[in-house]
């Protein structure tokens, strides 16, 4: 029999040495909804991270040793719920020339990390579905081989021997007259002059040559790279417009259905467009079930 484990995290505040930010208001309420839905299902094992105990090495321990608990055929839901931003791209494996990361209590996690160090951990024939209720998500489990949305302009950020950038065509529209959950371009900058040693070290610790991902990892993320992800007092857009359409589990449609139920409930005027790719092993059967099934 299929087993099912799950990893919440929610960060409504940031460390306030490391990142200063305002704080968001729905995403621990996300983390705690995405447990709920996973306990309703039947996964076995399910963990919440919130705020301050939502660290770097806290979250990928959870993650890597996920991985020899689960083999073929069974489930990891892995949800977030935070700030979401971009860096340059070190590796140059990015159609966009960026890497997005997902900001924990005390430092990014970068897409890299998740590619190259935490999925191929996992055996063949493991299913990872990633919920990624954050700004600049579109492909946040990984790079997916797929069209850039738009040519951007960078700045780029020397820090080391690897450079971060920042973008100056992100569209905001009506998203700006909502809270968003991204840090601003000065906060990010601060945060990465400070911490430029930590980020060197960890990037340049990463296997190499990339490991191959034998499992297969599905994303269903808040919008795409290039969009903001705006956040509500009850819940953030993209996770009430998920929790409408699940609908306490009445949901029968498949993953792709699901996605498209979900951007239909994004308010009106908000550029906010969720986003559905798989990376590692091709797998259509996952990609017919029926959200969050074991």
């Known amino acids: 029999m299929a087993k099912g484990i799950s990893l919440h995290v929610g960060l409504n505040i940031l460390h306030p040495i490391a990142f200063g930010s305002d704080p968001l208001l729905g995403c621990v309420n996300d983390a705690r909804a995405m447990s709920d839905i996973a306990n309703s299902q039947g996964f076995s094992k399910r963990e919440i991270l ?3 105990d939502a660290t770097i ?5 959870k993650l890597k040793q996920a991985a020899p608990e689960l083999k073929s055929g069974d489930i990891l839901l892995f949800t977030f719920a935070g700030h979401g931003t971009y860096l340059g791209d070190e590796d140059f494996d990015e159609l966009d020339l960026r890497d997005e990361t997902l900001v924990l209590y005390d430092f990014m996690l970068i897409d ?12 063949p024939g493991v ?20 069209a850039a949305t738009s040519v951007r302009k960078t700045e780029h ?3 080391g021997d690897f450079q971060m950038s920042t973008t100056t065509e992100i569209s905001r529209s009506a998203t700006d007259r909502s809270r968003v959950r991204e840090i601003s371009e000065t906060t990010k900058a601060l945060h990465l002059a400070q911490y430029r040693d930590f980020y060197e070290k960890m990037l340049h610790a990463l296997p190499d040559p990339t490991p191959p991902i034998n499992a297969s990892v ?8 290039h969009e903001s992800a705006a956040d509500r007092p009850s819940h953030g ?4 417009a998920l929790l409408q359409v699940w609908n306490g589990g009445n949901f029968a449609g498949n993953y792709g259905e699901f996605r498209t139920a979900i951007a239909a409930r994004i308010p009106a005027g908000l550029t906010q467009h969720p986003v559905l790719t798989l990376i590692g092993q091709p797998n259509a059967a996952f990609l017919r079930q ?4 074991i």
């Open 218 to 225: 599905l994303l269903l993320a808040a919008c795409e790279d």
């Open 50 to 52: 919130l705020d301050q």
């Open 157 to 159: 950020l020397v820090l």
């Open 290 to 293: 029926r959200p969050f099934r």
């Open 57 to 61: 090495d806290r979250v990928v321990d």
């Open 237 to 240: 857009v993209f996770t009430d």
């Open 112 to 123: 890299d990390v998740l590619r190259r160090d935490v999925w191929p951990r996992f055996d």
């Open 127 to 146: 299913r990872i579905l990633m919920v990624a209720d954050s700004c600049n998500s579109g492909s946040v489990s990984g790079f997916a081989a797929q």
